[in-house]
Each structure stands twice: as structure tokens, then as C-alpha cells.
């Protein structure tokens, strides 16, 4: 019996012109990550001719990712706002996440952060920054790698820490936030390089920081739970509304501020679990009763 016959609605499959929507975005979002690679290579180049300070080729690569998270967001919703959501564009995705969020981000937080540590320092101290550098350039790439491969075959993960029922979460932290931690300060800081050490040593170990998060268990908010579509209230309209505003005057400041406050969130809550328990540890659930002997 067919479904008219029924007296069901058929339900309406999407047009093959609007399959193509996300990938376009996804695209768009590969070019991104190709174009920052390249604009990390000029980068090196323009500073090793002796320009030290500030680099548009740093900042125009910091850009590129910048717009490349907004975009690896865009595409999701829109997929699933048009019912479009397939295989194909979860792997085409997956792949150009590689690439803009993973390879990238490594070599930009190479070669703006390590690469140009000052000579004045210790001959064996700079190869030893240098080396840790590809060490943890690459940790961050294989974490990143590895973050996307189990977000891949995870159908519906749990995080070791698990917030209110309702909400969406990452298990762990998105790759896309990591890779815009590390373009927000590389933007934030007018895109000169760094040359003392100390601050190279910081940077890495900001790395591995980003690192271990990727792989981690700890809870992320995905706001895939907000409807846009609804109406919404005028406070909301106000909020957003200020947010553009100060992003478009303030952006150095305002997206390095969202930045580490997306990254440190799940830290904050990760920590505040964990004391909870230890402070508020959750009655014992009763065991069997004894029988007395006869």
C-alpha cells in the first residue's frame, strides 16, 4: 500500500542542487586552510629577509583559519537544516578538517612561534626549542588527526564527565577551537614573531596543552541544540548585535577572549566536577540486605 494510499505525507527528499550547499561551504573551507599554508610560507620568507616585525603574511594566515571555523560551523547547520546530511560530506569534511585545522595551525604556530627565536641566545638552547618545536607541532597534528577519526566512528559519545540532559557536547575539544586559539593569538599579537625564548617555550607548551585536550574525555559545548530559527528575545538581539559590534572594532581582543574562554570551559568544568565529587561525594547506593543466621 503506497503512502498516499495511507493517508501518509510523503516526505519530501532535498534536491541534488542542495547536496552540493554544504560542500561548497566545505570547499570553501579547504581553500582557506591551502591558502594559510601558503600565506605562512611568504611569512617566513618576508621575515627572513630581515623584516622582523610585523607580518601581514602571519596575520592574513591567522585570518584564514579564522573565517575557515566559522565556515566548518556554517556548513554543519546547513546540512542539517536542508536534510542534506550524508557520508560523503561527513568524510569531505573530515579531510578539509585535516588539512585548515590541522596542517595549518601547525605550521603557522611553527613558524610564527619557534622558527624565529632570537640568535642571542645559547646556540644549544635554540636547537633544543627548535626540536621540541617539530615535536609538538606534529603532537598537535596527530591529535587533531586522531580527534576527527574518533568523532568519525562514534555514533553517540559520552564524555567522562557528563553535564544537563538536553544539551549537545563535544568529547574533547573540537579541533576547529584549538586551531582558532592558536590564529586568535597569533592575530592578537600583531603578528610578529616571536624571538624571546621564553615566550617560545610558553607557546609550546601551549601546544601540547591543545593536544591533550583534542584527545581528552572532558566535555565541550556544541550549541548543536540552538535552534536559529526560532524567535528570539530582545535580550538575545542586543547580545548578538553588541558581539559584532565589538568583533568588527575590537576583534584582537574580543577573539582571543572567546577563544580561551571556549578552551578553558572545559577545563573550568572538568576541574569544578571533580571537586564536586570530592566535596559532595554522592551517597553509597544500598547494598543487599544481610540475612541473620538462624
Not at 21 to 50: D, H, R, W, Y
Not at 113 to 118: K, L, R, S, Y
Not at 186 to 198: M, N, Q, R
Request: charged share 15%; glycine share 8%; hydrophobic share 50%.
Amino acid at each position: 500500500m503506497s503512502e498516499a494510499r495511507a493517508g501518509r505525507t510523503p516526505e519530501r527528499r532535498p534536491r541534488r542542487a542542495a547536496y552540493a550547499l554544504p560542500a561548497l561551504f566545505t570547499a570553501g573551507n579547504l581553500f582557506l586552510g591551502f591558502l594559510s599554508v601558503l600565506q605562512s610560507f611568504e611569512g617566513v620568507m618576508l621575515a627572513k629577509s630581515g623584516e622582523l616585525g610585523f607580518n601581514p603574511h602571519f596575520r592574513l594566515a591567522a585570518i584564514c583559519i579564522g573565517i575557515a571555523v566559522f565556515l566548518d560551523g556554517l556548513d554543519g547547520w546547513i546540512a542539517r537544516l536542508t536534510n542534506t546530511v550524508s557520508a560523503f560530506g561527513r568524510e569531505l569534511d573530515s579531510l578539509a578538517d585535516v588539512i585548515t585545522f590541522g596542517v595549518a595551525p601547525t605550521v603557522l604556530a611553527f613558524s610564527w612561534g619557534i622558527a624565529f627565536v632570537d640568535g642571542s641566545s645559547p646556540a644549544h638552547l635554540q636547537d633544543h626549542i627548535r626540536r621540541a618545536g617539530y615535536f609538538f607541532s606534529f603532537l598537535f597534528l596527530l591529535c587533531g588527526a586522531a580527534r576527527l577519526a574518533r568523532f568519525n566512528i562514534q555514533t553517540d559519545p559520552v564524555p567522562k564527565n557528563p553535564g544537563p540532559p538536553g544539551r549537545k557536547y563535544f568529547v574533547g575539544l573540537p579541533i576547529p577551537a584549538a586551531a582558532g586559539m592558536i590564529a586568535s593569538i597569533t592575530y592578537a599579537s600583531g603578528s610578529t614573531p616571536i624571538e624571546w625564548w621564553p615566550l617560545s617555550v610558553a607557546w609550546l607548551a601551549l601546544l601540547a596543552v591543545l593536544s591533550l585536550l583534542m584527545v581528552s574525555t572532558w566535555r565541550y559545548r556544541s550549541f548543536k541544540d540552538l535552534n536559529l530559527l526560532r524567535p528570539r528575545s530582545p535580550r538575545t538581539v542586543v547580545v548578538l548585535g553588541s558581539l559584532i559590534y565589538l568583533i568588527w572594532n575590537y576583534s584582537q581582543v574580543v577573539l582571543l577572549a572567546m577563544a580561551i574562554t571556549y578552551v578553558g570551559s572545559g577545563i573550568v568544568v572538568r576541574i569544578g566536577g571533580v571537586l564536586r565529587r570530592r566535596f559532595h561525594p554522592h551517597p553509597a547506593p544500598p547494598g543487599p540486605a544481610m540475612e541473620s543466621s538462624a
